[in-house]
């Protein structure tokens, strides 16, 4: 009987790897034992691990043969894989070594959408799928001091680990913690934190803030629309304690009929003009005096609403470096995770910028990074946001933004990273393939611009023709961080 002794309960990558060495070892599931480090043995087990040490647990596991062909399985097996090794039923090693077996010396298998064993393990990716939307959905974050929030949240599956990326990306900005029973997980700013679970009185309190929004809650209630089913069906009765509007969800449910007959016996609004509808205005110019700190000027653009992305965005993003940098580098727009995060160049774009900057021996900190549009432009596909140009209009409506950031950083030259940059830094069309590589002395307050391809470019280039424009880029970047090429 093989004995194998994974480091935690979602010991994904111990398991692959226990499973290929198995595998390959010829060990037939029936063979194999599954234990998790720290877990009370079950009483399948309990006599087999009573007579050796844990440290021990692992031995008899020999190495791959000499030779021995890599493992081949449909990739749908190995997401399933990752998410059924989520789930709390203690036999879930088990099933999914039995099904990788099976797989390799059942070839059918594949075809048969109504084995047991591919439907128990169905319904266990189900279970954990839908307890990663449920935390998703109901966490719920407190302030504790000036600058931390913590929540409380009991998830049924092993999903804390797998699930601190989609909240590292949402609340980037925020330090937060999320404390569970199985698993707590602290984000810095900068890195992702596990520590074992915790206790229930560990999680704050109510706060002012949270009065807040519980009167945005009830006013926002609409009674017509309630379906107490559905509802739970969707907000399981569980979840209730540790959501706070949970509290108002019997009144505003009681009072419901009461105030659909009021909404229902209400005169009608009588309705305005299309003309007396102001959708959006022109671009004005700055109230006041224009702003004086690039603090100021964040926040004048967080409020603009000259044109309409500024509205269906998170936040403004605007540049990001040192003040009196000699060189200010403008892409396009901020994209999806830059929009998240409200920092410039932050996505795969930006990735690939200071990966180019690192190979040039220039540091991201010497330079200013900005954008020459302030908020993401995006259509909903499905549930992903897609990256889409700004037109000419809001461009020209978000140009003032750059003005005032340039004149604030006061950069020696200027780097326009695709043909919107270089529109609007020199106020007529680019083709930026017939330009690129070259300085260009046409503004009015004399700094020259290089232009060159924005990154995003790159990428989306066929795998045959991305490394030599990669390698050209780089010519580009280090042609232009040269003073006397200026």
């Known amino acids: 009987m093989q004995a194998v002794l994974l480091a935690g309960p979602a010991d994904v990558d111990g398991f692959r790897r226990e499973a290929r060495r198995l595998l390959q070892a010829q060990v037939p599931p029936a063979a194999v034992r599954w234990q998790v480090a720290g877990a009370a ?31 081949r399985v449909p990739a749908a097996f190995v997401e399933l894989c990752g998410q059924v090794l989520l789930h709390s039923d203690p036999g879930r090693f088990a099933l999914m070594y039995r099904l990788l077996w099976r797989l390799v010396h059942e070839p059918a298998l594949r075809h048969d959408p109504l084995d047991p064993d591919r439907l128990q393990a169905a319904e266990l990716a189900a279970a954990v799928r839908r307890d990663i939307h449920k935390m998703r959905a109901f966490v719920r974050f407190r302030p504790v001091g000036d600058d931390r929030h913590v929540a409380w949240f009991e998830p049924d599956h092993h999903i804390v680990e797998a699930n601190a990326p989609f909240f590292m990306r949402r609340f980037a900005q925020m330090r937060w913690a ?5 698993r707590c997980v602290e984000w810095d700013g900068n890195a992702l934190h596990f520590q074992p679970g915790a206790d229930r009185s560990s999680a704050p309190q109510a706060d002012a803030g949270e009065r807040l929004w519980l009167t945005y809650y009830e006013h926002i209630f609409n009674p017509a629309r309630l379906k107490i089913a559905m509802m739970e069906r969707e907000m399981p009765r569980r979840y209730w304690p540790n959501l706070p509007e949970a509290a108002l969800i019997a009144p505003l449910a009681a009072a419901a009929a009461a105030r659909t007959g009021q909404m229902i016996e209400a005169p009608a609004t009588p309705p ?23 603090d100021e000027l964040r926040a004048a653009t967080n409020a603009c609403n000259a044109c309409p992305i500024g509205a269906l965005a998170t936040q403004a993003v605007c540049g990001e470096g040192p003040a009196g940098a000699s060189h200010m580098l403008v892409g396009e727009q901020p994209g999806d995770q830059e929009d998240l995060a409200g920092r410039p160049f932050v ?25 020459a549009v302030k908020h993401f432009k995006y259509e909903l596909r499905g549930k992903r946001r897609l990256h889409k140009t700004a037109g000419q209009r809001e461009a020209q409506a978000c140009a003032q933004w750059l003005t005032h950031e340039i004149e604030l950083v006061q950069p020696r030259v ?9 529109r609007t830094l020199l106020g007529r069309q680019v083709a930026v393939t017939r330009e690129r590589g070259r300085w260009l002395h046409e503004r009015a307050d004399g700094r020259p611009v290089f232009v060159t391809w924005h990154p995003s470019a790159l990428l989306r280039l066929p795998d045959g023709e991305r490394q030599a424009a990669y390698g050209a880029w780089l010519d580009d970047l280090a042609a232009c961080r040269s003073a006397e090429t200026v």
């Open 178 to 182: 999320i404390l569970t029973p199985r």
């Open 414 to 422: 200027l780097v326009a990273l695709g043909a919107t940059a270089a």
């Open 272 to 294: 305005r003009s299309m003309r007396a509808i102001q959708l959006h205005r022109e671009a004005p110019a700055p109230a006041g005096r224009p702003p004086a700190t690039l």
């Open 347 to 371: 996505g795969p774009a930006g990735q690939l910028l200071d990966r180019a900057l690192a190979e040039l021996g220039w540091l991201r900190g010497e330079v200013y990074l900005a954008n």
């Open 41 to 71: 043995p079950t009483a399948e087990t309990a006599g087999l691990w009573a007579d050796e040490p844990e440290s021990a647990a692992t031995s008899s596991l020999d190495a791959a043969p000499a030779g021995a062909s890599a493992v």
